[in-house]
């Protein structure tokens, strides 16, 4: 949400940030805004001035009637009924043109940053920069549910039963593997200098609208019926509500946090071939980052950020890209995103794996973070970035590991979560395979 101060001064500004966006239908939304704040401050400034009268009338009330002036007593009484019931009336009136402008101001895009890649939609996306030389080897790589059933580590089968399609089970070393891989990554940041917490799974609407679009909240978020409660879609947005109507101490700054948690999401949208199996599911569980600094510093976390998760990857030899979000394909509170994308080398592409995003100060106007500074109170800005979120981070894993006989190599770094585990052979006899 930007500051209601951009819209009086430089409309023209918000106006173009909406077309650099593609969203054109949002534009006549800046002059809507601009009349509803007007009225609202002619309202907020006459009501100032009523309050003003009705406390020189109350004054001189008593001094009429010690004066014996009982009649014109009685009719500034009056008059402080009649500046009561307007006041009121202006009162409701504020709050009505309020809830208007919020509506419309959560509404409206969040400033770009001007480095961002101007596009209609990920299609323009701009790679910036790979890391590791990605490798197709000679012998066939299966699809990815083949390969984790050979292992005896997948089910699907038994998983649509019990919850539908989007669901999974993991099993044995496959299952040991995916846990392994999210131990190493929250050690991974802790050894980065970030505070690991394991946040509530669960979190109030007023959190959800802070935290990310309208858009983004219909085709993610899974509501507790009967319960102002919604399953997060990822831990950066009960992270970030830990905050809610905070004024946290500039000298604690900035906060670099780790976050485990399950994620539950929608997935709206039909997918095709090549996002079947483990591409698309309803949960998963994924280590994020998210921080919380001065708007000074923000630029240089979100490159700190991104980078953690290139050599995240690439400590486990796994050929990565990153990619700049053009501005039709940013939410709409994001100020700057890219994408890490992994290398896939049946698909010989790379796909995402994770996001890194600034939002420079959108979420914390939404939420109330504010920073206490010398010479003042200032709102936070806040990012956020996935270290790794398996399962789908296990397609590119056992992908770039896959030896010609099927079995998947455990690197260096996993094998003292996997027990000293080197490789996961493939199962001739399917013992967890109902």
Not at 3 to 31: A, G, M, T, Y
Not at 298 to 308: A, H, I, P, T, V
Not at 369 to 394: E, S
Request: proline share 5%; aromatic share 8%; with cysteine.
């Amino acid at each position: 949400m930007i500051d209601i101060k951009l819209i009086r001064e430089n409309p023209e500004l918000v106006k173009e940030n909406i077309k650099k966006k593609f969203q054109d239908e949002k534009l006549p939304l800046v002059d809507e805004v601009a009349q509803l704040d007007k009225e609202f401050r002619e309202a907020k400034t006459k009501g100032d001035a009523l309050r003003g009268d009705r406390n020189r009338i109350s004054k001189e009330i008593g001094k009429m009637m010690g004066q014996g002036l009982k009649e014109e007593a009685e009719n500034a009484k009056q008059q402080v009924k009649d500046i009561d019931q307007e006041l009121l009336d202006l009162e409701e009136k504020e709050g009505v043109l309020a809830d208007k402008i919020k509506q419309i101001m959560m509404v409206i895009p969040n400033i770009i940053d001007p480095s961002v890649p101007i596009g209609k939609d990920d299609s323009e996306n701009v790679e910036i920069e790979r890391f590791g030389e990605p490798v197709v080897p000679e012998y066939e790589i299966p699809y990815h549910t083949d390969i984790l059933e050979a292992l005896d580590g997948l089910d699907l089968d038994s998983a649509r039963n019990t919850s539908g399609n989007g669901f999974y089970y993991l099993m044995g070393d496959v299952a040991r593997l995916h846990s392994s891989i999210l131990s190493y990554a929250r050690d991974f940041m802790i050894n980065r200098g970030f505070t690991y917490f394991i946040p509530p799974f669960m979190i109030h609407s007023d959190v959800v609208t802070g935290v990310m679009s309208f858009k983004e909240m219909e085709n993610m978020m899974y509501k507790i019926e009967g319960e102002d409660l919604y399953l997060i879609g990822t831990s950066e947005h009960s992270m970030i509500g830990r905050f809610l109507n905070r004024t946290v101490k500039e000298e604690n700054l900035p906060y670099a946090l780790t976050s485990y948690s399950p994620c539950f999401r929608k997935e709206v949208g039909a997918h095709g071939i090549e996002e079947r199996g483990l591409y698309r599911v309803h949960q998963f569980e994924k280590q994020e980052m998210v921080v919380v600094c001065k708007p000074e510093d923000s630029m240089e976390w979100y490159d700190k950020l991104w980078k953690n998760s290139v050599d995240f990857f690439r400590s486990l030899d796994i050929p990565v890209r990153t990619l700049e979000c053009c501005s039709g394909d940013l939410a709409d509170l994001k100020v700057k995103s890219c994408d890490v994308e992994a290398w896939s080398p049946r698909q010989q592409k790379y796909f995402e794996v994770g996001s890194c995003s600034n939002l420079g100060d959108a979420q914390a106007r939404r939420l109330g973070i504010r920073i206490k500074g010398k010479d003042g109170n200032y709102f936070a800005h806040t990012l956020n970035n996935t270290v790794v979120a398996p399962p789908r981070m296990l397609i590119s894993f056992i992908e770039n590991n896959l030896e010609p006989d099927g079995s998947v190599r455990i690197p260096g770094p996993l094998q003292p979560y996997m027990g000293g585990q080197t490789k996961i052979e493939v199962v001739k006899e399917r013992k967890n395979t109902i």
